[in-house]
């Protein structure tokens, strides 16, 4: 198994929650107003399937969009993805699924089968927040190649196990990948980096603070018996910990 940190970029976050594009280098400091924040999606190689994890914000260099250009990088066209994994559908995590091409939204990995979960797609719609792009949220109901989950955990395949936690958000899913001995761990928003396993503490702008703590709180023991790699998303410094 192999796993690529596909990093889109530092983007600032301002108080209404709009995301500026401020490049690829983690050493940006915090602005005095708002929150720096990483992007970075994930691909894992196990055997012949080619897994996305989360895909970005969707942020565009000349026309395309930088989570392409960071496959191509590595070799792989979105074409090869056979799997897309998405955790939950704030923008910063699910607006790369798809890119505009003239009026028309089109599917960014046309032959994966993109793993959603349905109630956190009902949940996502009804609210009135900017942590959503309601535009491109309605432009996935005319995806042919989503499997709406609406199991609470599961397998995905023999290698691909998910687990519907909330915390962050009512309907996020976390997701652990297997093969032979080796187990891969993402935690998604409830655990976005590797310094939330010091701090036990019920973060506000989570939906359940305190599901979210009592998730790192119980991961971390099980990363450490059973030797996780856990991946984050929102990682400055640390974008995989080998536990």
Known sequence: MKVI??????????????????????EIKNPADGYNLIVRPFLVKVGEENILIDC??????????????????????PNQITKVLISHLHKDHINSIGSWVGEQFVCNFPDAKINIQQREYDYAVAQTDNSYNYERLEKLKSFKNIVWMNDDSGNITDNIKFEVTGGHVPFQQVFWIKENDEIVFYGADNLPQLNYFKYHAAFKNDADGVKA???????????KTEHWKILFYHGKRTDIKQF
């Open 5 to 26: 940190p596909l990093l889109e970029g530092v983007f600032h976050v301002d108080a209404k929650k709009e995301f500026h594009y401020l490049g690829d280098n983690i």
């Open 56 to 77: 970005g914000f969707g942020t565009e260099i000349d026309c395309e969009p930088i989570i392409l250009r960071k496959l191509r990088e590595h070799n792989i066209n």
């Open 213 to 223: 703590m009592e998730d790192r709180l119980r991961w971390e023991v099980d990363a």
